[in-house]
């Protein structure tokens, strides 16, 4: 009964990082269809018909060649992972410690709930013809989840967000960092979610996971700077 997964991906997408990081650390094999966000596929009635968010990521899971799943938020995607293969690289503390796990929730929710939801291409969209400067906006709400991040993690952190171990708190974080480089927040002003990045550049799952290493990435942005 072999099961296949396939995941909705877009190189540029955090979400879809968080997901394509978590496979790449779990050693879970994916297939990659690839929507393009700023062409609007995600939109577009046949990817609208698989995710009526219009989003990505989503992940279709089948045995046996037949659709068994279908998981369309990214949370949803990660936890469902962790429950499937909870012995293979575990990314939440143990169930006998529900506190830890709160913890890293909380750090997870930071970034997903906090600082994603507002910075996302549709806001962008939205707010820029209202005459908003949309680099200022990104900034304005990725410090703001940023400190709050740095605040807790300087707590809880040790050589990642919590203690040694990498958790999905570092599975969100990793991408976020690398948007909110890309609209010039000063992430250096955080000193532990800094040196947590760099941590992270060093893990395998990570760099197989970024934004530059995808088969989608178009070959003049993957050389950028950021
Ligand atoms: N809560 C969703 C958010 C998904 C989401 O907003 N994805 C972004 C890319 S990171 C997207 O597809 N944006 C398309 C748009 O705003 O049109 C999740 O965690 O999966």
Redo the contacts with the bound molecule.
């Keep these: 009964m072999a099961k296949t997964y396939t995941v909705y991906t877009?190189f540029r997408?955090?979400?879809?990082a968080r997901v394509r990081i978590a496979a790449h650390l779990k050693g879970i094999e994916t297939e990659y269809k690839f929507i393009h966000?700023l062409n609007n596929d995600?939109q577009s009635e046949s990817y609208a018909s698989v995710n009526p968010?219009?989003?990505?990521?989503t992940l279709v899971v089948a045995e046996d060649g037949k659709e068994v799943a279908v998981i369309r938020?990214?949370?949803a995607i990660l936890e469902y992972w962790e429950e499937t293969f909870p012995d293979s690289t575990p990314l939440l503390p143990p169930l006998s410690d529900p506190v830890a796990r709160a913890k890293v929730r909380d750090l997870v929710n930071i970034v997903?709930c906090d600082i994603?939801?507002v910075t996302?291409?549709?806001i962008l969209r939205r707010i820029r013809p209202a005459g908003i400067d949309a680099n200022e906006w990104q900034q304005q709400f990725m410090t703001a989840g940023f400190r709050a991040y740095e605040t807790l993690a300087a707590a809880y952190a040790g050589k990642y967000s919590f203690g040694d171990m990498v958790t999905l708190a570092d599975v969100v974080l990793a991408p976020a960092v690398d948007g909110a480089l890309r609209f010039g927040v000063d992430i250096a002003q955080f000193p532990t979610v800094s040196r947590i990045a760099e941590e992270l550049k060093q893990v395998d799952g990570f760099v197989k996971g970024n934004w530059r290493n995808q088969p989608d990435t178009p070959e003049e942005v993957r050389s950028a700077r950021i």
């Design positions: 877009y997408s955090s979400c879809s966000l995600q968010s219009q989003s990505v990521p938020q990214s949370i997903c994603q939801p996302n291409l549709r």
